[in-house]
């Protein structure tokens, strides 16, 4: 199995940073890409970033050029760095990992809160 703990989040004032942590554990070997996903209340759950094993990234057009996401292999932590926050950017903050044995897993979800 593949396991995804998340951390990192919070509350921040609007302009503010937060690094968000996915910690991979199990058959981490199994996955092929890994991202980050939202949802805000009342609201779809949406792609927000995502990285493969061949290092292509993708975000989504309302967090490009404020959200990087990236990857540490010896610690098998995905990354979520978000600056310049704005109040739409609150929701819970889910990691997801791709994997071509178990399919797509799910982390428990972290929650962002952007509010003065």
């Known amino acids: 199995q593949v396991q995804l703990v998340e951390s990192g989040g919070g509350l921040v004032q609007p302009g503010g940073s937060l690094r968000l942590s996915c910690a991979v554990s199990?058959?981490?070997?199994?996955?092929?890409?890994m991202g980050w996903y939202r949802q805000a209340p009342g609201k779809q759950r949406e792609l927000v970033a995502q990285?493969?094993?061949?290092?292509?990234?993708y975000y989504a057009d309302s967090v490009k050029g404020r959200f990087t996401i990236s990857r540490d292999n010896a610690k098998n932590t995905v990354y979520l760095e978000m600056n310049t926050l704005k109040p739409e950017d609150t929701a819970v903050y889910y990691c997801?990992?791709?994997?071509?044995?178990?399919?797509?897993?799910w982390g428990q979800g972290t929650q962002v809160t952007v509010s003065s």
């Open positions: 997801n990992a791709n994997s071509v044995v178990f399919g797509s897993v």
């Open positions: 199990g058959s981490s070997s199994s996955v092929y890409a």
């Open positions: 990285l493969t094993n061949g290092g292509s990234t």
